[in-house]
């Protein structure tokens, strides 16, 4: 559903994202975690047609990403960081814009919203929402209509508890629904709860891949049957960026099984 | 053709929303009954002018304002393309993008300018009769012309600025270069060159601004010799009659190439 074969993207002579492949496929929920700069965003970005990649390919439910654009386009949800339209944009206009786009009934996008608690805040600009508010609204709208694949760039910010449960829930969601989930986020407490695989970046490399188990093994932190219920991730996560790139990249081979 | 549509109506809806819009329209209509009350009388007393020397007299600020708030409108609206995101992470190209906002302003530009000017027409057949009153209307063909034309200028400049602040700035430079810096150029291509080889010359400038460009499409329009400019007035007689097909073609083709430029220039951007 999603594929990235040696995707790259440097800004004059600085690499923003390091040649990077990828699948992650239909039903598979993949968490790219790092610090910031780390990448993380300019993969999302760079999938999503909001920055043109300096080389490589990708592909989104079978369609080039840059030959293919409003095709692959077409199956995907995305949502960024920022809200990405102006503040004083409608809450009903954007629903029916992203409606009409992707040929969604506007009953069932209004529907999508309401699942969201949002019905009363459709005459709303988004500058008039609170942060939560906005963030559940871009939620509605980048899962609407039928999306195979879903870019989730920090999902969980400026959500409370409510809401970030609001997210997993979306995601879990999406991933019952056979989309392709790709997320980024800095809540590893929700990476570990939901990501069958997990990127951790830095400096615009990937440093590691694999399942929690494995990264466990490759970052030297030891890993019983009985750390799924309460997974150390923090402590995996910070073995990991601790020991540089170079390293790292001996232990994305053992992920891999190259070097094992 | 539905996602295009989709577009615009979103875009409709956002420039309706605008706050300056319906300033636009009343300051239009009060700008233009006062130029229909202006005229006094040889013994001092005030008269409402007909649409003849109303629409003359309308010309100049037609073709000193309406370009002002359109470069300055695209300006800003160009500019804020970099800001969507969400739009360009939509099944739609970027040069649909452009043009829908492009679009959607010119509609509602347009039909303030439509409203402002026409209320101002209203007044001015209840009280001096509808004489000449095709003028009147020509005279709005002209301002629509000139609005949508520095529009796709002005989201050119903000496309390719990417900052509001510069888009704005480098917009108002432009409108003194096309209201004042292309006469000035021209009175000087007068002085310079034989009489003989001025005439192509002065038609060249003129295609190669489109606030001239208007202003002598008018002054054509209205089949009057009234100065308005030393740029209109040398041109008017340059042209002649078939002139304003190639005044309104270049005005046409002001909208087309900036609006082109715009769109290739942001679905190369990286946002």
Redesign the interface.
């Given at each position: 559903m999603i594929r990235l074969e040696e995707l790259h993207k440097s800004y004059g002579g600085r690499m923003a994202l390091a040649p990077l492949s990828l699948d992650v496929a239909a039903g598979e929920v993949v968490a790219v975690v790092g610090p910031n700069g780390a990448g993380k965003s300019t993969t999302l970005?760079a999938l999503?047609?909001?920055?043109?990649p300096s080389g490589g390919q990708a592909w989104i439910a079978g369609h080039d990403i840059v030959m293919q654009?409003?095709?692959a386009?077409?199956h995907?949800g995305?949502l960024?960081q920022?809200?990405?339209?102006?503040l004083?944009?409608?809450v009903a206009?954007?629903l029916?814009?992203?409606?009409?786009?992707?040929?969604v009934l506007w009953n069932e996008a209004v529907e999508a919203v309401t699942a969201a608690g949002l019905e009363d805040r459709l005459g709303s600009t988004l500058n008039e929402l609170s942060g939560g508010q906005r963030q559940r609204v871009?939620l509605a709208?980048a899962t609407l209509g039928p999306i195979t694949a879903l870019l989730l760039d920090e999902p969980s910010i400026s959500l409370d508890t409510e809401g970030s449960e609001e997210v997993r829930l979306t995601i879990r969601r999406a991933r019952e629904r056979g989309a392709a989930v790709l997320f980024a986020s800095h809540h590893l407490h929700d990476v570990a709860a939901l990501a069958d695989r997990i990127l951790v970046m830095t400096l615009g490399r990937v440093i590691a891949q694999g399942t929690l188990p494995e990264l466990a093994v490759a970052a030297g932190v030891p890993w019983s049957g009985a750390d799924a219920a309460d997974p150390p991730i923090e402590r995996i996560y910070r073995a990991l960026l601790s020991r540089g790139p170079a390293a790292s990249e001996r232990r994305l081979n053992l992920v891999r099984g190259d070097a094992a | 053709m539905?996602?295009s549509?989709?577009?615009f109506?979103?875009e409709l809806?956002?420039a309706r929303?605008g706050k300056a819009v319906p300033l636009f329209a009343v300051g239009f209509a009060l700008a233009s009954v006062a130029v229909a009350l202006v005229g006094l009388s040889a013994g001092g007393v005030v008269v409402v002018q007909g649409f003849a020397r109303t629409s003359v007299s309308l010309l100049q600020l037609v073709v000193w304002v309406v370009p002002m708030l359109a470069l300055l409108t695209g300006a800003v609206v160009g500019s804020?393309c970099h800001?969507?995101?969400?739009?360009?992470?939509?099944?739609?190209?970027r040069r649909a993008v452009v043009a829908a906002r492009w679009l959607a302003w010119s509609v509602t530009l347009g039909a303030a300018l439509l409203v402002g000017l026409g209320a101002a027409g209203v007044v001015i057949a209840r009280l001096s009769g509808g004489a000449n009153g095709w003028r009147y209307l020509r005279l709005i063909g002209v301002a629509e012309l000139v609005l949508v034309a520095t529009l796709a200028l002005g989201m050119w400049i903000g496309v390719a600025a990417r900052t509001r602040l510069r888009a704005v700035g480098v917009s108002v430079g432009v409108w003194f270069v096309l209201v004042i810096g292309v006469d000035l150029l021209a009175i000087g291509a007068l002085a310079i060159l034989p009489p003989g080889r001025a005439g192509g010359w002065l038609s060249m400038l003129l295609m190669a601004d489109p606030v001239d460009s208007a202003r002598a499409l008018g002054l054509s329009l209205f089949q009057t010799d009234v100065v308005a400019g030393p740029m209109g007035a040398a041109l008017r007689q340059v042209l002649g009659g078939a002139g304003a097909w190639a005044l309104a073609g270049a005005l046409v083709a002001w909208t087309l190439v900036p609006l082109a430029i715009a769109g290739r220039r942001f679905a190369?951007s990286?946002?």
């Open positions: 970005r999503a047609g909001i920055i043109r654009a409003s095709a386009r077409r995907l995305y960024s920022r809200p990405g339209v102006p004083s944009t409608v206009d954007l029916a814009l992203v409606a009409g786009v992707r040929g871009m709208i | 539905s996602d549509l989709a577009l109506r979103f809806a956002a929303r804020e800001e969507l995101e969400l739009v360009a992470a939509l099944p739609v190209s190369r990286d946002l």
